[in-house]
């Protein structure tokens, strides 16, 4: 079955990196575009990054210069590094792909804190 398995989040303190996983499994992971979302505390799930499946990204503004995705289509995992993190970026961090199938992972916490 299609499986979507998020790893490396965890407690960072302001100004510290994070490199998120997500190993896919069930499907052909070149063929689909791969993201990562981000839902906080009381707000709604919202994207961070995306990847196509030529590897074309796109980063939202809030995080561009700080975050980067990438992909491994050998290893069948998408990244996502999180440099310089502030503590608004706290939340649980969702892996996503899309069109065939359309699934997400499970989330990953990420909190930054002193």
């Known amino acids: 079955q299609v499986q979507l398995v998020e790893s490396g989040g965890g407690l960072v303190q302001p100004g510290g990196s994070l490199r998120l996983s997500c190993t896919a499994s069930?499907?052909?992971?070149?063929?689909?575009?791969m993201a990562w979302y981000r839902q906080a505390p009381g707000k709604q799930r919202a994207l961070v990054a995306s990847?196509?499946?030529?590897?074309?990204?796109n980063v939202v503004d809030s995080v561009k210069g700080r975050f980067s995705i990438s992909r491994d289509n050998a290893k069948n995992t998408v990244y996502l590094q999180m440099n310089s993190l502030k503590p608004e970026a706290t939340a649980v961090y969702y892996c996503?792909?899309?069109?065939?199938?359309?699934?997400w992972g499970q989330g990953t916490q990420v909190t930054v804190s002193s």
């Open positions: 990847i196509t499946s030529g590897g074309s990204t």
């Open positions: 069930g499907f052909i992971f070149s063929f689909n575009s």
């Open positions: 996503y792909t899309a069109p065939r199938p359309v699934a």
